[in-house]
């Protein structure tokens, strides 16, 4: 008996160590910037407090790690290793405005951009955030802009531009990557850029936040059901240069995501690269397998190179 209640007593402990809540902390060396220093705009309400957790489907023989319930946005600034090339790269991950899939299409994204040269800021913005609704579990304006998650993501292009001398950027180099939600962020912030959808908080939000150049991998919400393009975002000749990636047999969201947008693009005169690809499936971030489409990150430095964005 005394055997038994100490193995419950474990298993108890066990139990409440998994269900007590954490918050995603930085890679060790860098620093969580706070985005908002004062209340955050529009805060929508969140059924918990913000948690970490461990995907069991493996995606290239690893795990996933997925972060919900943000209400304090954050920034982490990678500094680039080796030569600097003055560009900076925003990194909005994707999760379905529900999570954030962190490690996969955050973490990892900034090792590589670093690598080549590029400041990297990885955004944790607000989730669950529209189109998403977390109180039905479902999406009922499914291309409505994501407005909180907006918020977030011009707030940051206006801090990299304000903090250009001291993190040693060219503030005519700061463009944003994105994926599957992500993209749909990237695509908002390409046209819905002028106008600020928050009162100013300080002198940061006098800066643009025009991408200089923007890339989207397989992106989602930019497409109706019959393939027409999402009329809610506004595809000017103002749009950011932009670079899509998306696989034919995505079935999450579907390759007319891409080809809706890069009409829309073709039809603004708006520069931009498609790749578009047999296989891949949704959600492959920059692991590498035997797919061609796990390339795409070389090619989206050689098209930095062909827009001037990685030259000294």
Known sequence: MKRLGIVLALLAASGIAQAKPMTWQAPEGLTQ??????????????PGPEDVSVSTELIAGKTVTNITNVTNPTITVYPPKGKNTG?????VPGGGFQVLAIDLEGTEV??????IGMTCVLLKYRVPSAPY???CDCRPHNLKVSQPSLQDLQRTMG???DHADQWHVDPHKVGVLGFSAGGFLVAEISSLFEHRLYPQVDKADNES???DFAIAIYPGHLANRDNTFNTNIPVSSLTSPTFLVQAE???EDGIHQSLAYYAALSKAHVPAEMHLYANGGHAFGLRRNELPITDWPAQVALWLHTIGIMRN
């Open 159 to 161: 801090l990299v531009r």
């Open 133 to 135: 609704v977390w109180q």
């Open 87 to 91: 560009a900076a790269l925003v990194v």
């Open 249 to 251: 047999d995505d079935y």
């Open 110 to 115: 900034c090792d590589w951009a670093t690598s």
């Open 33 to 46: 910037i706070t985005l908002w220093p004062g209340a955050v705009p529009d805060a929508p309400p969140v």
């Open 209 to 211: 936040a025009r991408p």
